[in-house]
């Protein structure tokens, strides 16, 4: 993969980190270098970006604090799920990350082209949540 994908990738995940990218503006970048799905592992504190050329890349996360729950609670998910949509006043990524680690998610999937993320606990229980498609950029 040569730079300009991975650039993109960490400059996503920088964004998300530092408040100033958001979800729907991710997804349009990362579309446009042409990564088809990421993946986010709580447990190994990593973000996986997979590239339609079939190639990916690892980037390392900021360590979280604190365990993720051992159940796993889809309605505190979906709670969080919703701050995130709406921008909640105070919302921000890191806090998402401990909001879902305490619900019991140990990581999530997110694909583009099938507009929706998928939530992982522990035992394989799963949360689907779609997002509608993305409006086209200006050029």
Do not use: K, N
């Amino acid at each position: 993969m040569d730079d300009t994908p991975r650039a993109v990738a960490q400059a996503c995940l920088d964004g998300a980190e530092a408040g100033t990218l958001h979800f729907p503006e991710i997804l349009d970048r990362l579309g446009r270098a042409g990564f088809e799905s990421d993946a986010v592992d709580f447990r190994r504190a990593s973000a996986t970006y997979y590239h339609a050329d079939g190639e990916s890349l690892i980037l390392p996360q900021p360590p979280r604090e604190g365990p993720i729950a051992a159940a796993f609670d889809t309605t505190a998910l979906r709670a969080a799920i919703g701050e995130a949509q709406r921008q909640a006043p105070g919302y921000s990524y890191r806090g998402f990350c401990a909001r879902a680690r305490a619900a019991g998610c140990v990581g999530y999937i997110v694909s583009l082209a099938g507009r929706r993320a998928v939530y992982l606990g522990r035992t394989a229980e799963t949360h689907v949540e779609h997002f509608p498609p993305m409006a086209a950029a200006a050029p």
